[in-house]
């Protein structure tokens, strides 16, 4: 799944297509850093707050490539703006919003 660097379990996959989604209503692609904690247990969907790189759509091919080869070694500032925290919340009817922050 585009974003995730290993496979995940398939509750997880369903939180982060609602991550991707809402990433991508707004033209932008999310690829994962790690997770943060703050854990969500829903039926069907397991899913916590995350860290990682909110990028451009028309710049996310370009990002992928670095992204799977990243390493402590890679010395890459460019992307360092796109630097998101994608942390969930649920609306009074139950779904999970997604709000991208910088901290």
């Known amino acids: 799944m585009k974003g995730l660097r290993l496979p995940e379990n398939k509750e997880f996959e369903a939180f982060f297509e609602i991550v991707q989604k809402q990433a991508g209503e707004m033209g932008f692609v999310y690829f994962v850093d790690s ?4 854990e969500l247990f829903l039926e069907g969907i397991e899913g916590e707050d995350l860290s990682g790189w909110l990028i451009p759509e028309a710049d996310a091919e370009d990002f992928e490539r670095i992204w799977k080869i990243w390493s402590k070694n890679v010395e890459d ?3 360092i703006d796109f630097y998101k925290f994608a942390i969930w919340e649920l609306s009074a009817e139950g ?6 922050k910088e901290y």
Request: glycine content about 16%; proline content about 0%.
């Open 35 to 38: 997770g943060e904690g703050r």
């Open 95 to 100: 779904d999970i919003i997604i709000d991208f």
């Open 77 to 79: 500032d460019r992307w």
